[in-house]
């Protein structure tokens, strides 16, 4: 019965996915359709992974979880719903996570259980399923607003390896990344003066509390860098000043919404944040081998000392591990992947100008702003490459649309696969 059921799941998935290609009007089916698959396998290919891989197994822990709350819903579904619509930290049974962020994830995952009768690789799959739908519909978007931008955003977007790798499984990141990109998608609408239908504030709303609920940090300064670019533009066409400095508006505002965000939450109280950051610092460096660490120069709990080391932090956030720094296959993999997005970072500086000076630099700004903050705090917080790998899926995509858009190399590669090929 278990099997059948996974098969009906699967193709459901199916159904809906051709449903989304016929609804979307979708032109290009084949990059369509291979981004569909690669999510898919990426996810499937998380629970092998720590399945044989890794010795900590966080997917397949918040799935024991999550059965152990479908087990609920099969004997009382009534008792289950109200668990599930609680908001405390006790569950009233024995979990292996007992923090509120991972309880709230288990909560998601446990309707996926109920619905397949505790199948670990439905409940992946429908969670590629999102990932894939959150990443095309902003691939859409972009290629809609930004000329000749299919291939840099099918590469971010769609197609990056670890980028897709972390973000399609049975992980909080799969569920808060999928949130991000849906508002993303959002934010570009409102920037290029398009409307937004009614019926997207309630789940708008929504989005911003899931991936709150899941991490707080990413949505915060999403908000910040995407708000400021926001408020920059709308002020520049009231105010000549604003007009003729608009890096002065942004920097300005940047600060205000930064100071007003940091209340928004304990860990961003000034007199919390660094202490937080070096606390999990020491925690991750207790537990890690010391050549799979970033180490960084006699770090403390002050800005003086965030700030000698933020550059440290941002190269060692974005390219490493170095090749020769990786360990195992997985270390290897990310070592060379490292590589690429340091020669791609290289072959877009001679763009760099032209990029900033294009009508769309508010967006460039809220991008990198986004990206180098998220950086910094995620590289000092979590110095272990391994962990790390994982969690920069937050940011790392947008970098690297940013490095490839209009990219010279790729435009070359592209030019040279195109002679005899048909292109994205």
């Known amino acids: 019965m278990k099997i059948v059921l996974t098969i009906v799941h699967f193709l459901l998935i199916i159904l809906a996915v051709y449903a989304l290609e016929k609804r979307a009007g979708v032109t290009n089916r084949k990059l369509f359709w291979l981004a569909f698959i690669f999510h898919l396998v990426a996810g499937l290919s998380v629970g092998v992974v720590y399945t044989y891989y890794y010795s900590a197994n966080d997917t397949w822990q918040f799935f024991a979880d999550a059965e152990k709350l479908s087990a609920i819903a099969h004997n009382d579904f009534f008792s289950y719903l109200r668990t599930l619509f609680s908001f405390g930290e006790n569950l009233n049974i024995s979990t ?38 959150a990443s095309w519909q902003l691939h859409n978007k972009i290629t809609v607003i ?36 849906f ?26 509390w899931i991936v709150w609920s899941l991490k707080y940090y990413w949505v915060a300064v999403f908000f910040i860098s995407s708000a400021t670019s926001f408020a920059t533009k709308s002020i520049s066409t009231r105010f000549s000043w604003s007009k003729e400095h608009p890096m002065g508006t942004w920097i300005i505002l940047l600060v205000v919404l930064g100071a007003i965000t940091s209340f928004s939450h304990p860990n961003f109280y000034p007199t919390d944040f660094l202490e937080m950051i070096i606390s999990n610092h020491k925690a991750f460096t207790d537990i890690s081998m010391d050549n799979n660490l970033i180490h960084f120069y006699q770090l403390q709990a002050t800005w003086t000392s965030v700030i000698i080391n933020m550059p440290w932090a941002i190269v060692s956030g974005i390219f490493r591990p170095f090749i020769g720094e990786g360990h195992g296959l997985l270390g290897l993999i990310a070592s060379v992947e490292n590589l690429f997005i ?4 290289v072959t877009s500086l001679g763009n760099a100008k032209k ?3 294009s009508p769309w630099k508010l967006l460039v700004f809220a991008l990198l702003s986004y990206c180098v903050v998220l950086c910094v705090f995620l590289a000092l917080s979590t110095p272990n490459f391994g962990t790390l790998s994982r969690y920069r899926v937050g940011f790392l995509p947008f970098l690297v649309f940013v490095f490839a858009y209009r990219n010279p190399l790729l435009g070359y590669v592209k030019e040279k696969f195109s002679s005899g090929h048909q292109t994205i």
């Open 96 to 133: 292996i996570n007992q923090d509120l962020r991972s309880i709230f994830f288990i909560k998601i995952i446990s309707v996926f259980c109920w619905l397949s009768m505790d199948s670990y690789w439905v409940c992946a799959a429908y969670f590629s399923l999102l990932a894939f739908v």
């Open 146 to 181: 930004f000329q000749d931008s299919e291939l840099a955003s099918a590469l971010a977007f769609l197609f990056f390896p670890s980028i897709v790798f972390w973000s399609s499984g049975l992980e909080k990141e799969a569920l808060a990344l999928s949130c991000i990109y």
């Open 183 to 208: 508002l993303s998608a959002v934010f570009l609408s409102i920037m290029t003066n398009e409307k937004i239908e009614r019926l997207y504030w309630p789940l708008i709303l929504i989005t911003c």
């Open 342 to 345: 340091l020669l791609l970072f």
């Open 355 to 357: 990029t900033f000076q």
